[in-house]
């Protein structure tokens, strides 16, 4: 069963090459490896044609302009021919080899698997800062605003071919849209996998400044309602106190 692991990068020079030995580290050898760059004028590009011979074939790139990050998404998943399809951001990386082994071995009998993620500080990437567990997740639990961590998330290709592709008509809470529409809406089978993922460095932009919680806020609130799954701006906000609890000191 082959798996396509999708990458998005602009301007990642700085650690898109983390990201990469991170997926050739996977003891799980079965993969399609799709980078999707946004013409970044940095040395991004340069840093993957570098990488390209040691995927030994196992590895494609476009590099072009977009309409932002779940576009490029997008253009991933539908040149990919996996037929499971996960998505690793170009600032994170692969917790451990195992990663994709635990995938492929779980999601034998559901549509979508999903495990656990931390978060490390850019200046000190072996401090974990904040831990987030899948762990609680229910579908109807996503009228609070969460969802399982997207990172983590991998589901067969067919599902986007069946339900569609990351919607565009939000700034930053596409992955919270397709959440809802899966795992609501049309109430996929999945399966949680006990395993710290990825690990993700604190720059995410839903969480960059009080200003993109408020946009995240009202675009979930817009997704919940767009999928029939009621709920109001309190509700959704009920996240932000889980996510201190889960902050490490």
Known sequence: MK???ITVTYNSGKTIASTMESVLSQTYKDIEYIIVDGNSDDDTMNIVKQYEPRFNGK???ISEKDKGIYDAMNKGILISTGEVVGILNSDDFYTSGNVLEEVAKNISGVDAV???VHFVSSDNLGKCVR???SRIF???ILRFGIMPAHPTFYCRRELYEKYGVYSLEYRIASDYDMMVRLFHKEKISYRYIPLDFVT???CGV????TK???ILTKEDVQACRKYGLRTNILFVSMKYFIKILELRF
């Open 206 to 209: 839903s969480t960059r400044n």
């Open 138 to 140: 229910r579908p109807w």
């Open 114 to 116: 999903y495990g656990d």
């Open 3 to 5: 798996i396509s692991v």
């Open 131 to 133: 831990y987030y567990s």
């Open 200 to 202: 993700m460095r604190m």
């Open 212 to 214: 993109n919680r408020l």
């Open 59 to 61: 590895m494609r790139y």
